[in-house]
């Protein structure tokens, strides 16, 4: 039986080490980043040990030999030097005001007051921090190292309010800029966030970082690779499996498709999701654990406010330029649901440097679509899985009325705001709820040239569905048998049913269904 107590929630290396928490060794990629370099920025998305990874980093730079005993990093430095650390964690405030902001660097800057000094001619945050830098360096001898945890939260969280946004931007450039002043003061810096903000951003007066995001030789700093796992964990697979009921390979590859595929380059190898994958070790079964600990409504936000094609999302396409960086007005929904990781990288066009993006695995897709339900309809998020579990089983029963007038109610209210994109909202909720339904049956659904066809498959029914907007449903059915869409199956033993739905712009909604 296995005695690895897992860290779950636990992002301090000392207390991991001196309590005797399961660690999976990355110090020998740190040590290769603080000795290749001085200033980097790492993005990732949450729960994926970011902040860990700045943890380890501060103990190494205060010079803990002991905490390190038995990891790579004992064998690989020599010297041990303490260096005088600037730890900034922008994770621990909510920002919806200007001050919030405020508040919180004030509070580091007058801890680190406290020990280095403060001068009065100092009076902005950027002088400020400026002159901490130096006189750390002067006090101790030993140049600084800067960490910055969740730079970029401030700006997620006002996304939507452009107004914020600028005071945030005006107030972290500067702040940000001093690290580029006091370059000969600084011995490493390295900033951590789910994003990237480009352009006019916080990150114009900092151009020296050195963002290591896509690197291939720094994939491995976060998360949990398919080799670490059979390293560190190989007797928990086999317990885990046997708890399950399961053989060992099948275990394996439920992992895989719950947890694993997410990919932060081309041609690099998939890395787990830490939090997800812990959880479900201690635990020995599985579950949505990434997404219970809750996602940020500013992503739907993003998709509706930018009338964004969800079939889209599954196969998306766009370049290195897009994914690596995020304009502050956010005209552009992708990079930001990319880079919180919700997308990953699925292929690579490298003649033209063209990124294909589809969900990394199954918790991170059913989750989202599960996610987006509530914000398309006016299903509560509290009904939607007794909702989809009713829909799954009234077509695998074949009570298609039951089915449709279901169907009925979600569209039921719609806002007047989506009048305008009518077709595009009637197409999005359709496309929520036959992918949530697709992950108990089998569903194709496609939309082209202003219609939409589906096939659903149940173990007894084969249901081939045409819709149509501001047609009839008779003029559905008809294509339906104009097209041969029921060729491929007339062979298939299971009952074969016909439906042409239509949608009315008047009633926004489902108006008519026909079967044959």
Not at 257 to 273: A, K, P, Q, R, V
Request: glycine letters at 6%.
């Amino acid at each position: 039986m296995s005695n690895k107590i897992y860290p779950i929630g636990i992002q301090n290396f000392e207390k991991i080490r001196k309590d005797g928490y399961f660690y999976i060794d990355k110090t020998a990629l740190i040590y290769q980043m603080v000795k290749t370099g001085s200033y980097y920025f790492l993005s990732r998305p949450r729960r994926f040990g970011k902040s860990l990874l700045i943890s380890t980093l501060e103990a190494y730079f205060q010079g803990k030999k002991e905490l390190f005993s038995g990891l790579a990093m004992e064998r690989l430095e020599k010297d041990w030097i303490e260096h005088p650390i600037l730890h900034l964690d922008l994770n621990i405030e909510k920002y919806d005001v200007p001050q919030s902001l405020d508040n919180i660097l004030e509070k580091s800057l007058t801890a680190w007051e406290k020990l280095y000094g403060a001068e009065p001619s100092e009076r902005s945050f950027s002088l400020r921090f400026a002159g901490i830098i130096e006189r750390a360096y002067a006090q101790t001898g030993q140049r600084v190292v800067i960490l910055v945890d969740e730079y970029d939260k401030p700006m997620l969280q006002a996304i939507g309010n452009e107004e914020l946004q600028k005071q945030f931007r005006n107030t972290l450039k500067p702040f940000y800029g001093a690290l580029k002043t006091m370059d000969g003061c600084i011995k490493f810096a390295l900033l951590t966030g789910v994003t990237k903000f480009g352009k006019v951003s916080v990150f114009s007066d900092l151009n020296n970082l050195d963002d290591i995001s896509m690197w291939n030789e720094y994939i491995e700093i976060c998360g949990i690779s398919e080799r670490e796992i059979h390293d560190n964990l190989e007797a928990e697979l086999h317990e885990f499996a046997a708890a399950r009921g399961v053989t060992y390979d099948k275990l394996c590859t439920e992992l895989k498709e719950n947890y694993d595929g997410y990919h932060f380059t081309h041609n690099s190898i998939g890395m787990y999701n830490p939090f997800s994958l812990l959880n479900a070790f201690k635990r020995k079964e599985f579950g949505s654990y990434w997404f219970e600990t809750g996602t940020p409504t500013y992503l739907v936000k993003l998709l509706k406010k930018h009338h964004y094609n969800l079939e889209r999302m599954a196969h998306e396409e766009t370049d290195a330029q897009v994914l690596n960086s995020i304009d502050s007005e956010s005209t552009n929904p992708i990079p930001v649901i990319y880079q919180s990781g919700y997308l990953t990288i699925k292929g690579y066009d490298e003649r033209f440097g063209m990124y294909r993006l589809g969900f990394p695995n199954r918790e991170v897709e059913e989750g989202f679509i599960r996610f987006l339900l509530p914000f398309y309809t006016n299903v509560s998020k509290v009904e939607t899985p007794f909702a989809i579990q009713k829909f799954v089983r009234e077509v695998e029963s074949g009570d298609y009325n039951s089915f449709f007038r279901r169907l009925q109610s979600f569209f039921a209210d719609t806002t007047y705001e989506v009048i305008r994109e009518q077709e595009l909202h009637y197409e999005n909720v359709l496309f929520i709820i036959f992918k949530l339904i697709g992950f108990y049956t089998q569903v194709e659904y496609n939309t082209n040239d202003g219609r939409i066809d589906l096939v659903l498959r149940t173990d007894k029914f084969i249901y081939i569905m045409e819709f149509k907007l501001e047609g009839t449903a008779e003029e559905a059915l008809q294509q339906i048998n104009d097209k041969h869409y029921a060729l491929p199956f007339e062979m298939d033993g299971r009952k074969l049913l016909k439906i042409g739905v239509n949608f009315s712009e008047k009633t926004r909604n489902v108006e008519k269904w026909v079967v044959e």
